[in-house]
């Protein structure tokens, strides 16, 4: 296991509601499958969401990864609640988003630049130099979050949702690492 696939810590947060919160990058475990799966049917409307099966199809493609997001009260012992998740998949130098998915609760608190922070990196580290992804292009939240990581439109892809929803499909060269 390469250092960015062990655990890392984040420096502690405080939340509005006073609360010290550490978060926690892990990869994907198979006892992790359905709380992802309930997180995937929480973040998005039910045509869009993923089935179990296709959610354990994505999980098994060669070179997937799936790096998840555990958040703690910091000094707490209660086991930490995942937060979020980030799947990607990786061929030779192509790498590809499936899925950003984060609990509305933890959304702004800085859970999704530490998940595609880390799924970059990991990407990088196997050699891929081109990230591609799609997000609707009504989902203006998400069309601002991946710009101001990098990402930059290709186009629109039709229809590419359920029910006739365009998708912007966006890209990022990531940096050579030596």
């Known amino acids: ?27 994907f475990e198979p006892d992790d499958f359905e709380t992802l799966w309930r997180i995937d049917q929480a973040c998005y409307e039910p045509q869009v969401a993923y089935s179990r099966r296709e959610l354990k199809n994505y999980l098994s493609f060669w070179g997937a990864d799936c790096v998840v997001a555990e958040a703690r009260e910091r000094d707490s012992i209660p086991r930490a609640a995942i937060a979020g998740f980030c799947i990607t998949a ?16 933890w959304r702004r608190h800085g859970v999704g630049t530490l998940l595609v922070k880390e799924a970059e ?15 609707a292009t009504d989902n203006e939240a998400g069309i601002a979050f991946w710009k101001r990581h990098g990402y930059r439109n290709r186009g629109v892809r039709k229809g590419y949702y359920p029910g006739g929803r365009d998708a912007f499909a966006m890209f990022k060269i990531l940096p050579r690492r030596d």
């Open 1 to 27: 296991m390469t250092p960015s696939q062990g655990t890392r810590r984040k420096n502690s947060k405080e939340l509005s509601s006073g609360a010290a919160v550490e978060f926690r990058l892990r990869s």
């Open 90 to 105: 990786r061929r030779s130098e192509l790498g590809y988003v499936i899925t950003m998915d984060v609990l509305s609760d």
């Open 121 to 135: 990196g990991r990407m990088a580290s196997n050699g891929v130099r081109e990230v591609s992804l799609e997000t």
